[in-house]
């Protein structure tokens, strides 16, 4: 009925993670978003809401590892069993967004990629 999307460093931070990138609201007939849609704060016009990431902001924060060995960035997307998520209220976190969806996810995939620093 509907999709969410998170963009996540899961190693960074001792193992901790950290959340670049997370949006809900996203209608099933969506099949893309367009180019730069994460600069939108908070709606992507047609296509859902930004929840705060770990930058404190909604909207798409790039990756920016430290020195040292590639880290991680892993894309996944959730095809979930609700049409939208009520947001009224307290504001959209990354962490209320993942709590909300659990036990609502028919489907997810995920892509990895990596960037570091020479």
């Known amino acids: 009925m509907s999709y969410a999307v998170i ?3 899961y190693e960074a ?3 901790d993670g950290f959340i670049h990138w997370a949006v809900y609201n996203i209608p099933a007939a969506v099949t893309h978003l367009d180019e730069n849609a994460g600069a939108n704060e908070p ?3 047609g296509a859902g809401r930004h929840a705060y990431n770990d ?3 909604r909207k798409y924060g790039g990756p920016c590892p430290p020195e040292g060995p590639p880290h991680k960035y892993r894309f996944t997307v959730f095809a979930l069993d609700m049409p ?3 947001d009224a209220g307290t504001p959209m976190t990354w962490r209320k967004l993942r709590f ?3 036990g609502h996810v028919l489907a997810k995939a995920s892509l990895t990629g990596l960037r ?3």
């Open 43 to 45: 709606d992507i016009p």
């Open 55 to 57: 930058f404190l902001a």
């Open 13 to 15: 931070r001792g193992g």
């Open 7 to 9: 963009l996540d460093d």
């Open 84 to 86: 939208s998520i009520d």
């Open 100 to 102: 909300i969806i659990k």
């Open 116 to 118: 570091g620093h020479a």
